[in-house]
């Protein structure tokens, strides 16, 4: 184990997998010799080398499309979207034919791609940097949406997300980054895709969230259980494919559930959760689900930031309403 | 100059009235209310005929937009097998089996685009020594995804090649309206790579053009730009009434330039074709294409077919979607 931040685990992961398999390559804007704007792609240029690791010109769209292509050809790309709210210019690539070419050939080509993007807010970027896209990208059939929440998983994600042979949009959180840091083990880790995390134990209520939200609502449980609370987490960490069995236990065990989440609450993905809780575990339900999420507006500038995303306080008092229903 | 030989020349024309032949039977099926919507190929067939001609199916990708299945015979015949399984809506129609280096039809115009240019480039990157030319048309030139795609190309010096049937329509928008610039052509320059316009109704020219843009992308030397001007004799498709807006002055000169009949004088002054020939084509046109459709309407569909091939692996969620479908075709039997 090394402990490191969740940059370092996703560089450590992309190089290990360039090495393992000499089909995957890193295409994206900055990713070659200035090794990412965020650093994600350090080293990679001077290890593998012009042909594997390219700096694109500046076209989303063509980043996205290119991949098809390459996937085609028989590579495995590993595509950067320098921010998650970039990806509305490839949307069509993403969407319309990245998540479609395995149906649409009927299996004859393995879209083994991965397209990595940092998202989420808290770092007081400029517009259309921070958008939560999840919900959005998860309802692209075809498509499976990654989330880590902690660098041990975005390792082992990354690394399980590359060797898929289907479409994965890996999101990343911005704010996690430099702030999340926890163990990671060294050499081959891989976190299957389709499995949840118990952040946290307990049986008194579970707050199911993903991505950055979980160090929210670890905050949270840690928060109260000094006051003799025992609040479970629940972290899904893959979107698509979703482990319902996990949600269905951790709500039959608990009763009572809060949903946290990011982005715009109209049709994001925290309401598919509330109709997951619905349709699995009604009877086990002893108060009504609660959502946690942003507001229905875009998202803001800085100044605004910090009233949108859901605080420990806005999860924490969700969390009290739930368990004050007899 | 590279000219196509006497031998290429009469089997272009082979596939030429092939295709008219078979997008002509389409039509009528399409109109008895036996297969789907038909783009017809009638004014396109030396253009996508001869492109083909110049490519070396065993290593060379086709990419098309959606027109051109019916003139790729030299990619084999299951090119238009799949056509009709794709035409009536059987999924299998999408899968074109290996190792035959056409991709299935694009509706999403000029997306293919990008896809045309990350193949070239994986190509290049596993020493594959192949080129990949993709169809698009003078409509679909105005997509981003065009510029940005040429754009990339132009950067790698990928060994791709653009062909842009400019048939004058893009359904009922003439290229007047399409663009300002003077010839589609034209564009290459903002790519940095060759643009030439070059005459769509004759054979010779396209496939020198190709040709030689196929010898430059296999030199190393990048993509190319080629427009192939013609007519679109025919209208969009079978949803689609042409009289409400093509000039019947301009549709009746271009039928002057009428392609395959400009191949067929050719070739039967030089003693290389005549009337029984074409009666020979023809029948064996149509005799491929029924059989084809007869395949197609007969292809076995599975039940849950519907669910197969989105992912490589059924999620949880998935299997249950499948069992639950499974359940429902069950019961309304």
Same mark, same amino acid.
């Given at each position: 184990?090394? !402990?490191?931040?969740?940059?370092?685990?996703?560089?450590?992961?992309?190089?290990?997998?360039?090495?393992?398999?000499? &089909?995957?390559?890193?295409?994206?804007?900055?990713?070659?010799?200035?090794?990412?704007?965020? &650093?994600?792609? !350090?080293?990679?240029?001077?290890?593998?080398?012009?042909?594997?690791?390219?700096?694109?010109?500046?076209?989303?769209?063509?980043?996205?499309?290119?991949?098809?292509?390459?996937?085609?050809?028989?590579?495995?790309?590993?595509?950067?979207?320098?921010?998650?709210?970039?990806?509305?210019?490839?949307?069509?690539?993403?969407?319309?034919?990245?998540?479609?070419?395995?149906?649409?050939?009927?299996?004859?080509?393995?879209?083994?791609?991965?397209?990595?993007?940092?998202?989420?807010?808290?770092?007081?970027?400029?517009?259309?940097?921070?958008?939560?896209?999840?919900?959005?990208?998860?309802?692209?059939?075809?498509?499976?949406?990654?989330?880590?929440?902690?660098?041990?998983?975005?390792?082992?994600?990354?690394?399980?997300?590359?060797?898929?042979?289907?479409?994965?949009?890996?999101?990343?959180?911005?704010?996690?980054?430099?702030?999340?840091?926890? !163990?990671?083990?060294?050499?081959?880790?891989?976190?299957?895709?389709?499995?949840?995390?118990?952040?946290?134990?307990?049986?008194?209520?579970?707050?199911?969230? *993903?991505?950055?939200?979980?160090?929210?609502?670890?905050?949270?449980?840690?928060?109260?259980?000094?006051?003799?609370?025992?609040?479970?987490?629940?972290?899904?960490?893959?979107?698509?494919?979703?482990?319902?069995?996990?949600?269905?236990?951790?709500?039959?065990?608990?009763?009572?559930?809060?949903?946290?989440?990011?982005?715009?609450?109209?049709?994001?993905?925290?309401?598919?959760?509330?109709?997951?809780?619905?349709?699995?575990?009604? *009877?086990?339900?002893?108060?009504?689900?609660?959502?946690?999420?942003?507001?229905?507006?875009?998202?803001?500038?800085?100044?605004?930031?910090? &009233?949108?995303?859901?605080?420990?306080?806005?999860?924490?008092?969700?969390?009290?309403?739930?368990?004050?229903?007899? | 100059?590279?000219? #196509?030989?006497?031998?290429?020349?009469?089997?272009?024309?082979?596939?030429?009235?092939?295709?008219?032949?078979?997008?002509?039977?389409?039509?009528?099926?399409?109109?008895?209310?036996?297969?789907?919507?038909?783009?017809?190929?009638?004014?396109?067939?030396?253009?996508?005929?001869?492109?083909?001609?110049?490519?070396?199916?065993?290593?060379?990708? /086709?990419?098309?937009?959606?027109?051109? #299945?019916?003139?790729?015979?030299?990619?084999?015949?299951?090119?238009?097998?799949?056509?009709?399984?794709?035409?009536?809506?059987?999924?299998?129609?999408?899968?074109?089996?290996? #190792?035959?280096?056409?991709?299935?039809?694009?509706?999403?115009?000029?997306?293919?685009?990008?896809?045309?240019?990350?193949?070239?480039?994986?190509?290049?990157?596993?020493?594959?020594?192949? $080129? $990949?030319?993709?169809?698009?048309?003078?409509?679909?030139?105005?997509?981003?995804?065009?510029?940005? +795609?040429?754009?990339?190309?132009?950067?790698?010096?990928?060994? /791709?090649?653009?062909?842009?049937?400019?048939?004058?329509?893009?359904?009922?928008?003439?290229?007047?309206?399409?663009?300002?610039?003077?010839?589609?052509?034209?564009?290459?320059?903002?790519?940095?790579?060759?643009?030439?316009?070059?005459?769509?109704?004759?054979?010779?020219?396209?496939?020198?053009?190709?040709?030689? +843009?196929?010898?430059?992308?296999?030199?190393?030397?990048?993509?190319?730009?080629?427009?192939?001007?013609?007519?679109?004799?025919?209208?969009?498709?079978?949803?689609?009434?042409?009289?409400?807006?093509?000039?019947?002055?301009?549709?009746?000169?271009?039928?002057?330039?009428?392609?395959?009949?400009?191949?067929?004088?050719?070739?039967?002054?030089?003693?290389?074709?005549?009337?029984?020939?074409?009666?020979?084509?023809?029948?064996?046109?149509?005799?491929?294409?029924?059989? +084809?459709?007869?395949?197609?309407?007969?292809?076995?569909?599975?039940?849950?077919?519907?669910?197969?091939?989105?992912?490589?692996?059924?999620? #949880?969620?998935?299997?249950?979607?499948?069992?639950?479908?499974?359940?429902?075709?069950?019961?309304?039997?």
């Amino acid at each position: 184990m090394t !402990e490191l931040n969740m940059l370092e685990a996703i560089n450590e992961s992309l190089h290990a997998e360039m090495a393992r398999d000499e &089909r995957v390559v890193v295409l994206g804007e900055d990713v070659g010799r200035n090794g990412g704007v965020f &650093r994600a792609t !350090e080293g990679l240029y001077e290890k593998f080398g012009e042909r594997r690791v390219y700096d694109s010109p500046l076209s989303e769209g063509v980043i996205a499309g290119a991949t098809v292509g390459l996937a085609i050809a028989g590579l495995v790309p590993v595509a950067e979207m320098q921010f998650l709210g970039f990806a509305y210019q490839a949307m069509h690539q993403i969407a319309g034919q990245v998540a479609r070419l395995r149906y649409r050939t009927q299996g004859r080509f393995d879209p083994a791609i991965t397209i990595r993007a940092p998202f989420g807010g808290g770092v007081r970027t400029p517009e259309l940097h921070s958008d939560s896209l999840e919900g959005q990208l998860a309802n692209i059939a075809g498509l499976k949406v990654v989330a880590p929440a902690t660098a041990a998983d975005a390792k082992g994600l990354l690394a399980s997300a590359i060797r898929d042979p289907d479409p994965v949009m890996f999101l990343e959180p911005l704010r996690g980054y430099r702030g999340i840091r926890d !163990e990671v083990p060294e050499g081959e880790h891989l976190v299957p895709l389709g499995s949840a995390r118990t952040a946290r134990p307990g049986d008194d209520l579970v707050i199911i969230a *993903w991505s950055h939200q979980v160090e929210m609502a670890c905050r949270v449980s840690d928060r109260l259980a000094g006051e003799g609370l025992s609040i479970r987490v629940l972290d899904l960490r893959s979107l698509v494919p979703l482990d319902v069995a996990a949600i269905a236990e951790a709500v039959d065990a608990c009763g009572r559930v809060v949903v946290s989440e990011e982005a715009v609450q109209t049709g994001g993905f925290g309401g598919e959760i509330v109709a997951t809780v619905v349709e699995e575990s009604f *009877w086990s339900l002893e108060a009504p689900v609660v959502r946690v999420s942003g507001y229905d507006v875009p998202y803001p500038v800085g100044m605004l930031e910090d &009233r949108y995303i859901p605080d420990e306080d806005r999860i924490a008092a969700a969390v009290r309403r739930v368990l004050e229903v007899a | 100059m590279t000219r #196509p030989s006497d031998g290429q020349r009469r089997q272009m024309l082979v596939d030429m009235v092939s295709a008219r032949t078979q997008s002509q039977r389409m039509w009528n099926l399409q109109r008895q209310g036996q297969i789907g919507t038909v783009a017809p190929i009638d004014g396109h067939e030396a253009t996508i005929v001869a492109a083909a001609h110049a490519l070396d199916p065993a290593h060379d990708w /086709v990419v098309p937009q959606y027109r051109e #299945p019916l003139a790729l015979r030299r990619y084999g015949p299951e090119v238009l097998e799949q056509f009709l399984l794709y035409n009536i809506g059987h999924p299998a129609g999408g899968h074109i089996p290996a #190792p035959i280096r056409v991709l299935p039809n694009q509706i999403s115009l000029a997306t293919q685009l990008p896809h045309a240019v990350g193949l070239a480039w994986g190509m290049t990157l596993q020493d594959d020594p192949g $080129v $990949v030319l993709a169809f698009f048309g003078d409509g679909s030139s105005s997509q981003g995804d065009f510029y940005e +795609a040429g754009n990339l190309a132009g950067v790698l010096k990928a060994p /791709v090649i653009f062909l842009c049937v400019n048939n004058q329509w893009a359904i009922s928008t003439p290229v007047h309206l399409q663009t300002a610039a003077e010839s589609f052509a034209a564009k290459a320059a903002a790519f940095g790579i060759p643009g030439v316009k070059v005459d769509g109704n004759d054979v010779d020219a396209v496939y020198e053009a190709v040709h030689g +843009a196929r010898e430059r992308a296999r030199s190393g030397l990048g993509a190319t730009l080629i427009e192939a001007a013609l007519y679109r004799l025919g209208a969009h498709t079978t949803a689609d009434d042409p009289t409400r807006y093509v000039p019947a002055e301009d549709l009746a000169a271009a039928r002057r330039n009428d392609p395959i009949a400009i191949l067929r004088s050719r070739l039967e002054a030089e003693g290389l074709w005549d009337a029984a020939t074409q009666s020979e084509v023809e029948s064996a046109a149509l005799t491929a294409v029924d059989a +084809a459709h007869e395949r197609a309407r007969t292809m076995p569909l599975a039940p849950d077919a519907l669910l197969d091939h989105c992912v490589s692996e059924d999620s #949880p969620r998935l299997a249950r979607q499948r069992l639950a479908l499974l359940a429902e075709v069950e019961g309304t039997r």
